[in-house]
């Protein structure tokens, strides 16, 4: 599967995922777009368009007057890659609307020889491009086919190579050997499907090795999307405290489910 391809799957995944929050109430998925280099001079902080009031290619448009930056600038910190897991690598000095515009100054870690690399490159443009994490709040279908969001909250800002977020995932398709998913285990998970607007489970058909670039047929594209948002769902429902998650359960379930070839990798 090329990155193109899994955009197109990643894309059809966001819009049914808006579509069941618009009609659910439930929350949207988070969402990243591109954005980039405004100014990098030899020194001083690296000033960047985090998002623009543009129709994008897939016929978005962000509204600049509805960003919300309160949550971001209590953490302004700036990522690689949208990669949470990792330390921060600078961060948002600055972050305000500005017109059309949501600009940022950012300011890398000096003390980390990985940052320093990243600013070192922004600074030469051999890296050009940023993207934002947000979450919309308040959005519509426009008749491209795209949406139009009102309202948004910034949640993180990244530094990147290539602004395509579904990149890690693309990559982790190409690696791994990802034949066929069983979902019966989930269907006691049915209420989460039900707010996302998915009546019953999706289920796979096995159509081979996806990751050494097999499409996957319309069947199974259909299925995809529905459980990045059942995932999407479960990521956003937050636990009681007479339900705590059972990690050594989940990674039993998750060998049972590898000893019977259910799953590789």
Known sequence: ???SEFEVYQREAETEALKAAATTGSRA???????WVKRAAADGPITVVASHESEDRVGDIIMAAGWDLRAF?????VLWSHDPLQPPIGRA???EVE??????????????EEAQRVDGKFRRGVLNAVSVGFRPVEFARKGN???LFRQQELLELSAVAIPAHPMALAKMMRERSVRFLMVEDLKGSMPVYEEAGIKEPPEFRDTGDIGNGLNINPSNRKALGQTIVFLQGLLDKPLKESEPLDIDLLMAK????????????
């Open 1 to 3: 599967m090329t990155l």
């Open 29 to 35: 998925p988070v969402l990243y777009k591109a954005g």
């Open 73 to 77: 600038r209590q953490n302004p910190v």
């Open 93 to 95: 000095r600055r972050v």
């Open 99 to 112: 017109g059309k515009e949501l600009v940022a100054d950012l300011e890398f870690d000096q003390g980390d």
């Open 145 to 147: 086919g795209g949406f």
């Open 254 to 265: 998750l060998w049972e489910l590898k000893q019977g070839g259910q799953i590789n990798g």
